[in-house]
């Protein structure tokens, strides 16, 4: 079997070092990586689209920043979450799929920005992980973290005001660029983020501009206060 280091980059083999999962593994948390790829997604694309089983279930985030979402049956979205560099994605589905059933929900993973990631072995992960007993409370807390990262986003979409969704949701999706903080996402993508329409996500970013929160530039936003934007996310919910 080829060696790790001529399969995975050095930085591929680095973000999954640093994640909180493999920092928690008993053993050797390397042996994880046999069999594992490096995949490159344009931003934009699908990492995959689930009706059923998912075609990519088990990765972490080199680089980049991807959003896994919801559909509904009209084809709305919501945001579960979004992972960026070190975060492992589809634990539960390799963990326990049999909690999902034969009528998994409709959710997709898209790449915001350009992503690489280095896509797991289920089989291997599965087999390294069973060797042993002591991995099981690594695991229980890995995806206690991830359930209630996705609690805390779904709850506040639910029940926090328009403004504070889409101040948040920019937040999350800033990144730096010569020296400012910078959203190169449409209207319609912060919608599809916050579960909303975009007709309704207009308003609230014409008051956030209006008020000196934001500007447009060319194509992006620029977050002229981020931390009024941090304030006002802090409602209660």
Not at 146 to 156: A, E, G
């Amino acid at each position: 079997m080829p060696s790790r280091d001529r399969q995975l980059g050095p930085g591929a083999i680095a973000a999954w070092r640093s994640s909180e999962l493999a920092t928690r593994l008993a053993g050797d948390p390397d042996d994880v990586l046999d069999g594992a790829l490096e995949l490159r997604v344009p931003a934009g694309q699908l990492f995959h689209r689930a009706d059923g089983p998912p075609a990519f279930p088990l990765g972490v985030v080199v680089s980049g920043l991807a959003r896994v979402y919801a559909i509904s049956s009209e084809g709305r979205q919501a945001t579960i979450r979004y992972f960026a560099a070190a975060d492992v994605f589809g634990l539960p589905f390799v963990v326990a799929p049999e909690l999902f059933g034969e009528e998994p929900p409709v959710w997709g993973v898209r790449a915001l920005t350009d992503c690489h990631v280095v896509q797991l072995s289920p089989s291997r992960f599965r087999e390294v992980v069973a060797r042993d007993a002591a991995n099981i409370w690594p695991l229980c807390t890995e995806m206690m973290r991830t359930m209630m990262v996705t609690h805390d986003m779904l709850t506040k979409d639910v029940f926090q005001p328009v403004r504070a969704r889409v101040a948040r949701h920019l937040l999350d999706l800033a990144e730096r660029d010569a020296g400012q903080l910078v959203v190169a996402a449409s209207q319609q993508d912060i919608a599809d983020a916050i579960g909303s329409v975009r007709e309704v996500v207009s308003r609230a970013v014409l008051w956030l501009r209006d008020e000196g929160f934001i500007r447009r530039s060319g194509r992006v936003y620029v977050l002229e206060n981020p931390a009024g934007l941090h304030a006002m996310t802090q409602v209660n919910v």
